[in-house]
């Protein structure tokens, strides 16, 4: 799901034709996934199923925070049944930090010579934060500086120049603009406030 809409992307940008909707709607795909690598999560809302070793008393999901956990099931063989259903009270989550907490020790004994699967705990889950103000506006500065770029190369015919004349005219790009580096200071300084910190 993207993190905000064409209009109000184009409402930000100043854009008031729909010449470029194609262009900016490609562009919006590539912010999605930037902020998405960027951040270490999918910031806007959605359904995720994600897994994990069952040898961990705690489940650290990538999205968050929690709207619901749907379920949670446990299967040191992987086939993840509906009979495998772990029941709510056998764990705690914390939404806003994406943690589920077994109450009772790791997911799945420490048994030696015992067949399973790495993967052993599934957890399907929802997140249906509403994207703040703040990374609407990183968002719309992002697709704005990859949209000036594509402008400048098409008006540069797809040449490395730093000026053309056009009659009277003399248009000049920056050698930066030219590269499509670096990315605005805004777009990052708001982006670090929401990205997920290493462990």
Sequence with gaps: ??????????????????????LLDLLRDSADAFVAGYAGRDL???????????????????NFPIATVTSVKVDRLGGFGAET???????????????????HGPFVGRQACVERSPIAVQ???????????????????????WYRHVKTIVAAQYQNVTQQ??????AIFSKEQIAGLPLPHDVTRILDLYRTPTL
Aim: proline share 3%; net charge negative; with cysteine.
């Design 1 to 22: 799901m993207a993190l905000d809409t064409l209009a109000n992307v184009k409402a930000r940008l100043g854009i008031a034709t729909s010449d470029d909707d194609a």
């Design 44 to 62: 806007a809302a959605g359904t995720f199923t994600e897994y994990f070793p069952g040898d961990v008393q705690t489940a650290v999901v990538r």
């Design 85 to 103: 259903t772990l029941d709510p009270d056998a764990y705690v989550v914390d939404s806003a930090r994406g943690r589920i907490y077994c109450r």
């Design 123 to 145: 957890v399907v889950y929802t997140t249906t934060a509403a994207v703040p103000a703040d990374l609407k506006e990183a968002y719309a500065l992002l697709v704005g500086h």
């Design 165 to 170: 004349t056009f009659g009277d005219a003399t």
